[in-house]
């Protein structure tokens, strides 16, 4: 894991970069982001979780990462609703995230083919 300097990165626009965090595994093929508190969630298609404290914006940190490219495959959407994740892939996953620094799986549900690639969740 390393991090760059927001200012050796010039984007174009009238956006500003603020923090920036890299980790090629924790973070492979990032594909949703949702937000609770101070934690971002997100799913990567390359059978990943990563739970990124955002509290100080120019100082993101990963917290904690879920990573298994065939139990999260395909991982594309995250929701978080108060001390559970919901992570949608090929399967459907409840994550106890009441410590983010150590999130646990609680339920998996894998129904071929009513739950396949999951791609979206509200609430």
Do not use: C, W, Y
């Not at 980790?23 to 799913?43: R, S, Y």
């Not at 065939?70 to 995230?97: K, Y």
């Not at 620094?101 to 979206?120: C, M, T, Y």
């Amino acid at each position: 894991m390393g991090s760059q300097s927001p200012q050796s990165i010039r984007p174009t626009g009238s956006f500003r970069l603020v923090g920036l965090i890299h980790d090629a595994k924790a973070l492979n093929q990032a594909h949703d982001v949702e937000v609770q508190g101070g934690v971002a969630f997100v799913a990567g298609k390359g059978g990943n979780l990563a739970l990124v404290d955002i509290s100080k914006a120019g100082l993101p940190r990963l917290l904690a990462s879920l990573r298994n490219p065939v139990e999260f495959e395909d991982a594309e959407t995250v929701l978080p609703l108060g001390d559970v994740l919901f992570l949608g892939s090929r399967d459907f996953f409840a994550i106890d995230i009441r410590d983010p620094a150590h999130p646990k799986v609680l339920k998996k549900i894998s129904q071929r083919p009513r739950v396949d690639r999951i791609n979206g969740m509200s609430h």
